[in-house]
Structures are given as structure tokens and as C-alpha cells.
């Protein structure tokens, strides 16, 4: 027997790919690596259910712990990768433990990105992991007053929902763009949530950066903005978007930019390194550029891709993205690449909660689409776009209806 395959990550991608060994067959040794010190969980409930203590620390576990026993997976938990020896085919942990691999996974995921490098006051979060959601459960139950959020993006937004609806608080969203979402969605859809969230109550400041903050005895009593009044503030919850764990892999002298650069396998220019999820870039057939997705359905189709190359089964990747946010009330879902749009479509009741945003090429075929409330349209444009088939702008304009079934 080998020395088999060691995965270093273990939220989504990281056990979706232990998994997938073990279901294609994998013999070999699996050691699976994560810096937390619970079981691997669904990350996407933090700012949701689990925030507002609808579901349990155990509900929102990937797997049972019976499940790393009876598949064999050597699960380490509360472990860091410090260094790779990619001439030994070896790793070494933060507890100077040392481990041999025949395969290698990176599946480091990513961090927020802070306002500033160094200690945070007390009043200041941000969420990526179980132990950032217990601090800030804490601390709307210990505090009253506004909680600002800083940053307009997905989590961002699911979090000032939960606060407000949940908790009670006030709420003011602080976002630098022009837009909400404007990395992640339409203009038509980031301006359809915006009006949700003023609706529900919630004080939005667009087009407004962060420059600091206003403290006293190490906490933040306001955050100072660029051509606005401060904000007073007994939370602060910082969501700047992610940056991704590439450092492992760069100091190994593996190619990285901005993400591990991987090919249509999930291999790094190291044949022996694999990167999947958060961490990894790669190129698509559909953009011009290479991309980063930042998303479970990526996470858990690179885990796939990767564990077929090492099990012997080599299948590319041609990723469809998709993404769902829970929010105001709505299930807000997307699948596609947006990058290509030159015309959209509304479609449906929208203004009333249940429609579309439909997102087409220059040759008129759908790139993208947007739902709200409307789960069985997108799933029918998830299975259209990953069988290749093309969706004309014309023939919608001319029926009132994409054709999805023939």
C-alpha cells in the first residue's frame, strides 16, 4: 500500500473530495486535515439558522463522526499545514507532526478579508467559521444599539436579514459600490434587494467607503465614513469579501494568482498537488479569463473532479455555477456566468416576490439567470445550460417563455 492521499482543508470541499475517493473506489490511505477543532459543518447556515439558534452546532455537521470511522478517513482535526516539502512528498503540521502523501489536496478554502492587518477592537467581526458565529451571537446578546454591516455582498446581507428579523436590532448596511451584490449579481437583481431590505427597515448607505473607526477603550463606538456622518454602533460585522488561502501553496513554489492555479483536473503544475474550491483558479470555456468560484456547488464538483483524476478516472471539469442566498423572505438563486450579459429580461411577478432575471450573450443565448421564489425555473435553466443547450432571446421575446423542454 501506498502512502495514499492527503487532503489539507476540511470544511466542503475538503470532505466532499474523502468522500468521493472512498464512492470511486480508493483504496488507499486518506488523511484529512482541518484547522477547526469541530467536526466539519455546512458553512452557508452561519449566517442564517444557525445565527438565530434554529439549528444546532450537530445539525449542521457534513458528516457524522461515524462516518470518518467507517470509511476509513483519518480525520485530524484542530491541525494547520505549515509547509510543503514537495521534494519528500510531505507535509508538516502545527504540531510538527509530519506526513507523507502519494496525492496531495489543497482544499485551504479562504479568509475574510479585514479592513486592516492586526487586532480587531472587541466590537468588530467577521464570519467564516463556527467560533466567528458563537462571538457574534455573543455579542448581540450582550450589547444593544444599530449593528453596521460593512460590506454589501451576499453574507453580508443574510446576516443584517437575520439581525434585523431575528434580533430586532437596527440595522445600516455600508457598502463602498455603487450597487449591492455588484460582484455576484445583476444590477437588476442587487437593485430588487436593496428595496427589500429598506422595506424591512434596514438604513442603506451605498456608495459609501469605510475610512476607520471611532474608539474608546479598545471598542468601537462608531465607524467614520467618506462623506457621511458616522454610524454609531454596539456590533460591527465586517463582510469585504474573501481572500483565498493560497500561501501554502505559493511558499512551495507552486503557481498561484490571486487562487492555486489549477487545470481542467484540479491539478497545480505539481502533476502530485491537486486545489479544489475557494482556493483554486482556473479557466472556462464561457469567460475570457480565469475565475475563482466562490461557492459550495464548486467546492463539491472540484472534490469530484479531483478524486477521479487520483482514483484513475480523469473526467475535466465544465462547471455551470449556481448559488442560492436565504433572505427577507425570498430564496434568491443563480446559475450561469454573468460576465457575458449584453442584454436582460424580467420575467414573472417580480415586484410581488416570485420571477426572473434572465442574462443573454451577444449572440442572444441565455449566459445567466436570476430567480426569486422560483426554484423550479432555476432548476430547469441549471439542467438546460449544463446539457450545452442554448436558449434564444428572440424566441422568448416572441413567446413570452424560454424553451426548456425540447
Not at 478579508?113 to 467581526?125: A, D, I, K, S, T
Request: proline share 4%.
Amino acid at each position: 500500500m501506498g502512502k495514499g492521499t492527503l487532503i489539507i482543508g476540511a470544511s466542503h470541499a475538503g470532505v466532499q473530495c474523502a468522500s468521493a475517493l472512498r464512492d470511486a473506489g480508493y483504496a488507499e490511505r486518506i488523511i484529512l486535515v482541518g484547522e477547526d477543532d469541530a467536526l466539519p459543518y455546512h458553512r452557508p447556515p452561519l449566517s442564517k439558522s444557525f445565527i438565530c439558534a434554529k439549528v444546532s452546532e450537530e445539525d449542521i455537521e457534513l458528516k457524522s463522526h461515524a462516518f470518518y470511522t467507517d470509511e476509513q478517513i483519518e480525520l485530524k482535526r484542530g491541525l494547520r499545514a505549515d509547509s510543503i516539502c514537495r521534494e519528500t512528498r510531505t507535509v508538516t503540521l502545527s504540531n510538527g507532526e509530519t506526513l507523507d502523501y502519494d496525492n496531495l489536496v489543497l482544499a485551504t478554502g479562504s479568509r475574510p478579508r479585514l479592513w486592516r492587518q492586526g487586532e480587531m477592537p472587541g466590537n468588530v467581526h467577521v464570519l467564516r467559521t463556527l467560533a466567528d458565529a458563537r462571538h457574534i451571537i455573543g455579542a448581540l446578546k450582550a450589547t444593544d444599539g444599530t449593528v453596521a454591516i460593512v460590506g454589501g455582498g451576499y453574507v453580508g446581507l443574510e446576516l443584517a436579514a437575520t439581525v434585523r428579523t431575528q434580533f430586532g436590532r437596527d440595522v445600516v448596511i455600508i457598502e463602498a459600490s455603487r450597487r449591492l451584490l455588484s460582484r455576484s449579481a445583476s444590477p437588476l437583481l442587487s437593485d430588487w434587494v436593496a428595496r427589500q431590505h429598506v422595506q424591512a427597515g434596514s438604513r442603506l448607505l451605498l456608495n459609501t467607503p469605510m475610512v476607520g473607526f471611532e474608539t474608546s477603550n479598545g471598542v468601537v463606538d462608531a465607524v467614520v465614513l467618506d462623506g457621511q456622518p458616522d454610524v454609531k454602533a454596539g456590533v460591527v460585522i465586517l463582510g469585504l469579501g474573501i481572500v483565498p488561502n493560497e500561501e501554502l501553496a505559493s511558499q512551495a513554489g507552486i503557481r498561484c494568482a490571486d487562487g492555486i492555479m489549477v487545470d481542467e483536473f484540479c491539478r497545480t503544475d505539481d502533476p502530485c498537488v491537486y486545489a479544489i474550491g475557494d482556493c483554486a483558479r482556473f479557466s472556462v470555456a464561457q469567460v475570457d479569463h480565469t475565475v475563482r468560484l466562490e461557492c459550495v456547488q464548486n467546492a463539491h464538483d472540484q472534490a469530484r473532479v479531483a478524486a477521479a483524476a487520483i482514483a484513475g478516472n480523469p473526467t475535466p471539469y465544465r462547471p455551470v455555477p449556481w448559488f442560492w442566498s436565504d433572505q427577507m423572505g425570498a430564496k434568491l438563486q443563480t446559475v450561469g456566468f454573468l460576465d457575458n450579459t449584453v442584454s436582460s429580461i424580467t420575467h414573472g411577478d417580480i415586484e410581488n416576490g416570485k420571477g426572473a432575471f434572465f442574462h443573454f450573450d451577444s449572440e442572444k443565448n441565455l449566459c445567466a439567470a436570476e430567480t426569486v421564489n422560483n426554484p423550479a425555473i432555476h432548476m430547469q435553466i441549471r439542467r438546460a445550460l449544463a446539457a450545452g443547450k442554448k436558449l434564444d432571446q428572440q424566441r422568448f421575446e416572441h413567446e413570452g417563455k424560454l424553451d426548456l423542454k425540447s
